[in-house]
T-cell receptor, first 112, second 112 residues
Framework: DTGVSQDPRHKITKRGQNVTFRCDPISEHNRLYWYRQTLGQGPEFLTYFQNEAQLEKSRLLSDRFSAERPKGSFSTLEIQRTEQGDSAMYLC??????????FGPGTRLTVL | GENVEQHPSTLSVQEGDSAVIKCTYSDSASNYFPWYKQELGKGPQLIIDIRSNVGEKKDQRIAVTLNKTAKHFSLHITETQPEDSAVYFCAALHSGTYKYIFGTGTRLKVLA
C-alpha cells in the first residue's frame, strides 16, 4: 500500500501527558499537511510543510503543539501537556505539485 | 474569516435516487474545490474535484458543478447505492495558500 500512513491509529492518554504522532506521506510527495477533526465537524487546518520547511501554521496550533518534518519525508506532531479539549482525530495529508491532497486514516486521540 | 457552508447536514435517499449536496464559499479568490467521502473510522477520500476555470465535471455517477458568480458548488450523485452511504465534505482551497477550508459535512444514508 503506497498511501499516507499514520501511527498510532488510536491513543488514549491522561490529561497533562505528552503525545507524539507520526505521519508517513505518499512517497515523493513534497507537501505534507496536518488537520484536526472533531466529532461532527470537517477537518480544520493546523499546519503544512513543503519539504522540510514549515510554511504555515494555524492559530489553532497553540504553543503546546509542535510539528516537524526533519528530512522532508515523515512528519511528527507533538502535543505537550494534553488537555481534554485536545481530544480529536488528527489527520495527515500529502500532495505533490497539484492541489489534490490525499489523507491518511488519522490518529484518534482521547484525553481522559 | 474564510468559511464554507454545507447543506444539508443529513440526507436520506432511496437506492437508485439522486442525491445533491450544496456548498457556498466566502473567499472569492478560491480556485480549487475538492469533495471528500469519509467512512466511519477512516480518513477522507478524494472522490472528485473542480477548478475555477471549469463549470462542471463528471466521473461516472458523480458530478460537480461550480457557479463562481454565486460562489456555490454542488455534488451530484446519481443512481445511489448503499455503499454510497458515508459523510461527504466539500472544501475550498484558500487563495494564496495550500490549506483547505472544509464544510461541516453531510451524512448521506442510502436506503435499500
Amino acid at each position: 500500500d503506497t498511501g499516507v500512513s499514520q501511527d498510532p491509529r488510536h491513543k488514549i492518554t491522561k490529561r497533562g501527558q505528552n503525545v507524539t504522532f507520526r505521519c508517513d506521506p505518499i512517497s515523493e510527495h513534497n507537501r505534507l499537511y496536518w488537520y484536526r477533526q472533531t466529532l461532527g465537524q470537517g477537518p480544520e487546518f493546523l499546519t503544512y510543510f513543503q519539504n522540510e520547511a514549515q510554511l504555515e501554521k494555524s492559530r489553532l496550533l497553540s504553543d503546546r503543539f509542535s510539528a516537524e518534518r526533519p528530512k522532508g519525508s515523515f512528519s511528527t506532531l507533538e502535543i505537550q501537556r494534553t488537555e481534554q479539549g485536545d481530544s480529536a482525530m488528527y489527520l495527515c495529508a500529502s500532495s505533490l505539485a497539484g492541489h489534490e491532497q490525499f489523507f491518511g486514516p488519522g490518529t484518534r486521540l482521547t484525553v481522559l | 474569516g474564510e468559511n464554507v457552508e454545507q447543506h444539508p447536514s443529513t440526507l436520506s435517499v432511496q437506492e437508485g435516487d439522486s442525491a445533491v449536496i450544496k456548498c457556498t464559499y466566502s473567499d472569492s479568490a478560491s480556485n480549487y474545490f475538492p469533495w471528500y467521502k469519509q467512512e466511519l473510522g477512516k480518513g477522507p477520500q478524494l472522490i472528485i474535484d473542480i477548478r475555477s476555470n471549469v463549470g462542471e465535471k463528471k466521473d461516472q455517477r458523480i458530478a460537480v458543478t461550480l457557479n463562481k458568480t454565486a460562489k456555490h458548488f454542488s455534488l451530484h450523485i446519481t443512481e445511489t447505492q448503499p455503499e454510497d452511504s458515508a459523510v461527504y465534505f466539500c472544501a475550498a482551497l484558500h487563495s494564496g495558500t495550500y490549506k483547505y477550508i472544509f464544510g461541516t459535512g453531510t451524512r448521506l444514508k442510502v436506503l435499500a
